[in-house]
């Protein structure tokens, strides 16, 4: 699917659907829905229909505009299962560069607390974890809405709608800031996400203690063959395609955790 062109869609009905979110977050500033209702001139706003396409959008406008602190709702894991998670850390990658840049860029994510409830659902959020996003937990998501304060922030065309068959991306930097300001609240309410500790966890641990394969298994009570397993398994979580690259992407997620005893590199097993 490709995204339709650029257009603007009528300021009353834009105003309506950002007043619906207002009144789902506290009330969107009244000075804005009035801007838009009696502004003659163009919001910068660009339609998109289709969920695939409004996730390849994001990185388009992540390649002209850098993102900062987005904050993604997402009522259910449905297209963070379908498109995102499987491409975040790749995504995210530019981003999540060594300083200054790092302190920068802060993704969150409020999922709808139902939507997180067996491992399958757990094993998409660690994805969005590993990618970098800090996650919370919500009882009431009651739409999707992303709002990247003094970037850009996106609302669907028909409020509640989830997964949105079209939204609207708007380039303006005070809708941002508003609506972005207004799910503070939402933030601060929702219960942090703890992410699963899958079973490579203690095997990468213990590999970067300097532990071989054989030792670890002995270690661990498990086959040399299920040890080899889990490093393949942490790998693809990971989306890497070696054990070096296994051991910098480890090493530096135990720093960021404040974790800095006994980080190695798990590819000093053998």
Not at 240 to 266: C, I, M, N, T, Y
């Amino acid at each position: 699917m490709t995204s339709s062109p650029p257009s603007v869609p009528d300021p009353a009905s834009l105003a309506a659907t950002l007043h619906a979110a207002a009144e789902a977050v506290a009330g969107l500033p009244r000075a804005i829905e009035a801007q838009l209702l009696a502004s003659h001139e163009s919001v910068p706003v660009e339609i998109i229909h289709g969920s695939e396409s409004q996730w390849a959008a994001w990185g388009r406008y992540a390649a002209t505009v850098r993102p900062v602190a987005p904050i993604n709702c997402y009522p259910d894991l449905t297209v963070v299962r379908a498109h995102i998670a499987a491409e975040a850390h790749a995504a995210t990658e530019p981003f999540r560069e060594p300083a200054p840049f790092t302190s920068t860029f802060a993704p969150r994510a409020i999922i709808g607390a139902g939507a997180v409830a067996d491992e399958d659902d757990h094993a998409v959020v660690d994805r969005l974890v590993a990618a970098g996003m800090e996650v919370r937990l919500h009882p009431d998501v009651p739409s999707w809405l992303y709002a990247d304060a003094g970037v850009l922030s996106a609302v669907p065309l028909v409020w509640g709608e989830h997964p949105p068959t079209s939204i609207a991306v708007i380039r303006d930097v005070a809708i941002s800031t508003a609506l972005a300001a207004l799910l503070e609240p939402t933030w601060t309410a929702a219960t942090p996400y703890r992410a699963s500790s899958p079973d490579w966890a203690d095997t990468l641990r213990l590999a970067s203690l300097g532990l071989s394969d054989k030792a670890i298994a002995t270690a661990q009570g498990i086959s040399y063959r299920t040890v080899q397993r889990r490093f393949a398994e942490a790998m693809a979580h990971h989306g890497v395609r070696s054990r070096f690259e296994l051991g910098v992407v480890w090493r530096d997620a135990r720093l960021d955790a404040g974790d800095a005893g006994d980080v190695g590199e798990a590819d000093q097993a053998s």
